[in-house]
């Protein structure tokens, strides 16, 4: 069974910082993802990779599958980035994990302060 | 035009009662999932389908079972409702859930309350 950790929990930031938000893993994944919730409840995929680096828009994701851990990056945040962001892994296939979704990490708050 | 949808988006409803949520996707997806949102906004699994097989996480009361009338549908029935099955409840799919290297598409969410 995977565990996925995340760090921080909480973070409140200025506009305009750069902001880190780590993730990792305990056993082999087939892909990681970063997920956006925000207040309103929606969820949405802002990236899913299995090797190297991901960047869209102020959005920069990469993943070190060696050490196990992801990193997700924004740049000259903005109070509208302000949402939880989960951290979820899909199960290695070759390790029988098939279609059993995913499992998710405990999710960063953040939030951007004007 | 939406991607995935749930209805309804919320429910509130008596401990015991049976209800149901419904899930739609449009996307020509394969393979969809139930997951539970709980208080502390931890997500879960519970369940994933695609036209093979059905994944059960253990965890999972039998008195919740999801039902599949065709591809485009993944409805969650919910028997002898209990105060502990309060929770947002999100409905994905994804192309093929079987390489598990799919980005998964969410529904927006049932919340639902049992008083």
């Known amino acids: 069974k995977n565990e996925v950790e995340q ?3 909480n973070l409140t930031a200025q506009e305009g910082e750069f902001i ?13 993802h970063w997920l956006q919730q925000h207040p309103g409840g929606g969820i949405v995929s802002l990236f899913m990779l299995s090797s190297g680096k991901k960047k869209h828009g102020r959005l920069i994701a990469t993943i070190n599958i060696q050490e196990k851990h992801s990193s997700l990056h924004i740049t000259a ?5 302000s949402a939880v962001y989960i951290c979820a892994v899909s199960a290695d296939m070759y390790s029988g994990g098939g279609a059993d979704g995913l499992t998710f990490g405990k999710g960063t708050h953040l939030i951007i302060q004007p | 035009d939406t991607a995935v949808s749930q209805t309804p988006k919320y429910l509130v409803t008596q401990m015991g009662n049976d209800k149901s949520i419904k899930c739609e996707q449009n996307l020509g997806h394969d393979t969809m999932y139930w997951y539970k949102q709980d208080s502390k906004k931890f997500l879960k699994i519970m369940f994933s389908y695609n036209n093979k097989e059905l994944i059960i996480n253990e965890t999972v009361p039998n008195r919740f079972s999801p039902k599949s009338p065709d591809k485009a549908h993944l409805n969650l029935h919910i028997n002898s409702l209990e105060l502990g099955d309060s929770a947002v409840y ?8 079987g390489s598990s290297y799919n980005e998964q598409f969410f529904g927006p969410g049932t919340r639902l309350t049992v008083l």
């Open chain 1, 7 to 9: 760090s921080p929990q």
């Open chain 1, 20 to 32: 880190t938000i780590n993730c990792s893993y305990s056993v082999g994944i087939s892909a990681l």
């Open chain 1, 77 to 81: 945040s903005h109070p509208r980035d």
């Open chain 2, 90 to 97: 999100f409905c994905a799919s994804s192309q093929d859930g």
